[in-house]
Structures are given as C-alpha cells and as structure tokens.
T-cell receptor
Framework: GQQLNQSPQSMFIQEGEDVSMNCTSSSIFNTWLWYKQDPGEGPVLLIALYKAGELTSNGRLTAQFGITRKDSFLNISASIPSDVGIYFCAAIQGAQKLVFGQGTRLTINP | SAVISQKPSRDICQRGTSLTIQCQVDSQVTMMFWYRQQPGQSLTLIATANQGSEATYESGFVIDKFPISRPNLTFSTLTVSNMSPEDSSIYLC??????????FGPGTRLLVL
C-alpha cells in the first residue's frame, strides 16, 4: 500500500531551537495532515493542508503542502518543553483513508 | 472538532479471550474509523465503520478477528477476538469532520498475557 517516508525518526534539540521534519511519498495525495501524540494519548491534529503549495501556520508551527502533492514539511520555531512528543504526518488519497508516516520523536533538553 | 471518548482506556486480558472497545462521539458523524498502533509504531487503519452496513476492512484485517458494530451516527464498537500477545497494541477510533480531517479518540491500551 501507499507509504509515507517521514524523517528524521528522532531529534534531540536544545530548548529555543527551531525544528524541521518532513514527509515524502511516491504517490500523490489530496490532503496532508500533521498530528502530535503525547504519551498515553491519542494523536492531536495540529495542521491540515488541502491545496498544493499551501503554507499554513498555527502559532509557532508552520506546515506546507508540497507543490508536487507528494511531500509536506512541518517546522516548529523556538521550541519549548511542551513540544516534546511524537509528530506524525498523514495523508488522504481517497475514501478518507489516512496513511501515516513512521513518526518523528522530539526530545528537548532544557 | 469533536469530543471523542473510548472505553475502556486500558485493559489486561488473557490470551484466547475477547475484548470489546467502545467509541462515543458527541455529535453525529458519517465516517468513523478504527486504527491499531503497535508498540513503538505508527498507526495502521483496521477498518471503516459504516452506519447501517458491514464495516470495510483493510488488507490484513478480517471481520472474524475484528468484528465492528456501528448502530448509529455517534457510536461504534471494535471487538478484538481470540486474543494473543501479538494483539497488544493501542486501539484508536477516529471520526471525519469538516471535510477530509480526522480527529482521534484517546485510545485503548490493550495488553494480552
């Protein structure tokens, strides 16, 4: 089936640094979504992207839907301790079925 | 968004038994889904829970192992049947809202001994 290649798998950064992660695929998708999952919780939607080339911000988070419709990135600026968690990209191709990336585990050193 | 609850939040079960997980939404939704997240892994779609008809299962998942009910537009259940330790996972329901955006419940953490 379709797969999303998410990188990096993990990141260890200092508080205040910016973070960048991305997802790529060999398939075209119509919608890209970014989620954050805290330990013991379900994924929480951060940003949804519906149009190729779209750049969307949510506070310190910025995400873009690649122009080829095969990739997306998520940036976090000025990281804070509560940004710790696992970030997942996800994409929808048809019938509202989500396919997920492998996740990026973010660790922040204070 | 919607408020989504799942019961139980966690359980420890013996192999060979079955567990039914409930998912409740605070508003009527057309599309509900069930996912599995194995330890340290990403999420994998099990099936789409269709109201008034049989669920649509993804490759690798079958109705005998994961029967699903969807009696109305706010509720669904997933049963994990004849469990083995390999079924130890987080099971999550999600709903589609606002056009191609899915929101997830808190998950049910299952450990099979």
């Amino acid at each position: 089936g379709q797969q999303l290649n998410q990188s990096p798998q993990s990141m260890f950064i200092q508080e205040g640094e910016d973070v960048s992660m991305n997802c790529t695929s060999s398939s075209i998708f119509n919608t890209w979504l970014w989620y954050k999952q805290d330990p013991g919780e379900g994924p929480v939607l951060l940003i949804a992207l519906y149009k190729a080339g779209e750049l969307t911000s949510n506070g310190r988070l910025t995400a873009q839907f690649g122009i080829t419709r095969k990739d997306s990135f998520l940036n976090i600026s000025a990281s804070i301790p509560s940004d710790v968690g696992i970030y997942f990209c996800a994409a929808i191709q048809g019938a509202q079925k989500l396919v997920f990336g492998q996740g990026t585990r973010l660790t922040i050193n204070p | 968004s919607a408020v989504i609850s799942q019961k139980p939040s966690r359980d420890i079960c013996q192999r060979g038994t079955s567990l039914t997980i409930q998912c409740q939404v605070d508003s009527q939704v057309t599309m509900m889904f069930w996912y599995r997240q194995q330890p340290g892994q990403s999420l994998t779609l099990i099936a789409t829970a269709n109201q008034g008809s049989e669920a649509t299962y993804e490759s690798g998942f079958v109705i005998d192992k994961f029967p699903i009910s969807r009696p109305n537009l706010t509720f669904s259940t997933l049963t994990v049947s004849n469990m083995s330790p390999e079924d130890s996972s987080i099971y999550l329901c999600s709903v589609e809202l606002g056009g191609e955006t899915q929101y997830f419940g808190p998950g049910t953490r299952l450990l099979v001994l």
